[in-house]
């Protein structure tokens, strides 16, 4: 086999294994708006996890925490990636309202 570069294999893995499971719920005849079709989206999402994985531990036999750089050690950028996005979106939401007929709901009516 030729020697194929780590991102054109997990690429090719996404992409195989992303429209072979599209394929599959296609012509199984399920519907999305259905538990079928939720199960099918939430497994959907997984396929780049599975591919990383296959890609370093099956085919390449490396270990997985050191080139995806992964660690668990706390550091001073977890508590902004926790707090910033609300910050954000409070922003977002209180510069909203600056503008005329806009108005708060609580209620979610119109």
């Not at 999305?32 to 591919?51: E, K, Q």
């Not at 992964?70 to 926790?82: C, E, T, V, Y």
């Amino acid at each position: 086999m030729k020697n194929i570069k780590k991102t054109t294999l997990f690429l090719l893995l996404t992409f195989a294994i992303s429209y072979g499971l599209a394929g599959a719920f296609h012509l199984s005849g399920s519907e999305y708006p259905s538990l079928a079709g939720t199960i099918m989206a939430v497994a959907y999402m997984f396929v780049p996890t599975l591919a990383v994985l296959l890609v370093e531990k099956v085919i390449h036999k490396t270990e997985i925490r050191e080139p995806l750089l992964i660690s668990f050690r706390l550091n001073r950028w977890f508590l902004p990636a926790w707090l910033l996005p609300p910050a954000i979106a409070l922003g977002a939401f209180g510069i909203a309202l600056l503008f005329p007929e806009v108005h708060y709901s609580p209620g979610m009516e119109g």
